[in-house]
């Protein structure tokens, strides 16, 4: 089966999504709530697993918190990150501490050589990519042979549930309200169907090593009793779906 992709409204993926005119709310929002916090963050951390010594780029970086994390248990941290003001607070995080970089999965190559990562992340980030093609093969060239790419990326069944008349097979660009410390924001993404993210990951050279729907972090069910009340104790919290994907 293959994607159709449909189109509507601003498409530019080089200037989607404005991050310098709400970075400060969103990396206030995101340090220690449910979705980031407790969530994607530890699960992709879990993910990613023993990283000492383990070379990382993280792409789209954002204020840096996966870095933090990465780099204190060892690992030697590179980030790349379009919006100047979320680079910003990821310097004031990290300091020298990380090697950081503008830049982004935006048309140009990553300003990195051939196979110079064991792992990279993209966390949060593809879903804002019509075309997964090229930035795929670039993160492909970055990493040495076996090395790791870890994903977050919009649920595409969640898509589907809050879109029930949406069809699931389109690639389709849509976009929804958030708000971020008190900030309304409207961010625009690009659904892709299940299959068209597998296809589009083997296509790149990687071989899918898991696909994974995990629970909230131990400590979520304390902190956030509402927000969790219909989670089932042990069960997914269907939000994002994550892949560590092996460069062949
Ligand atoms: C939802 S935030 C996630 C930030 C970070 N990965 C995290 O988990 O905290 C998405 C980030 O992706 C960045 N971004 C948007 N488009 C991008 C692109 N084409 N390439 C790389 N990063 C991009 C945004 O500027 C923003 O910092």
Same mark, same amino acid.
């Given at each position: ?107 140009? =190559?990553? /300003?990195?050589?051939?196979?110079? *990562?064991? %792992?990279?992340? $993209?966390?949060?980030? #593809? ?88 629970? =909230?972090? /131990?400590?979520?069910?304390?902190? *956030?009793? %509402?927000?969790? $009340?219909?989670?089932? #104790? ?15």
């Amino acid at each position: 089966m293959s994607a159709d992709l449909e189109r509507s409204g601003p498409a530019d993926q080089a200037v989607t999504n404005d991050y310098d005119s709400f970075a400060e709310a969103y990396a206030a929002e995101t340090e220690s709530n449910l979705v980031n916090g407790y969530y994607t963050r530890p699960a992709v951390l879990d993910l990613a697993g023993d990283v000492a010594g383990r070379r990382i780029l993280d792409v789209g970086c954002g204020a840096g918190p996966l870095l933090a994390a990465l780099r204190d248990r060892g690992a030697i941290v590179t980030g790349i990150e379009p919006s100047a003001k979320m680079l910003d607070l990821a310097r004031q995080r990290l300091g020298d501490s990380a090697a950081l970089h503008q830049g982004g999965l935006r048309g140009d =190559p990553l /300003p990195f050589p051939d196979a110079s *990562f064991d %792992d990279a992340i $993209a966390c949060l980030v #593809l879903h804002y990519l019509a075309d997964w093609k090229a930035p795929l093969a670039d993160l492909r060239r970055v990493l040495v042979p076996g090395g790791r790419l870890i994903v977050a990326v919009n649920h595409p069944f969640v898509y589907k549930l809050l879109h029930p008349d949406a069809q699931y097979s389109v690639i389709r660009e849509y976009s929804e309200d958030n708000t971020f410390s008190g900030q309304s924001v409207v961010l625009t993404y690009w659904h892709r169907p299940l299959h068209a993210m597998t296809a589009a990951f083997t296509a790149a050279g990687f071989r899918i090593a898991v696909i994974s729907e995990p629970p =909230p972090a /131990p400590g979520a069910r304390e902190r *956030f009793p %509402d927000e969790l $009340a219909k989670v089932p #104790l042990g069960a997914s919290f269907l939000c994002f779906l994550f892949f560590v994907l092996e460069a062949a």
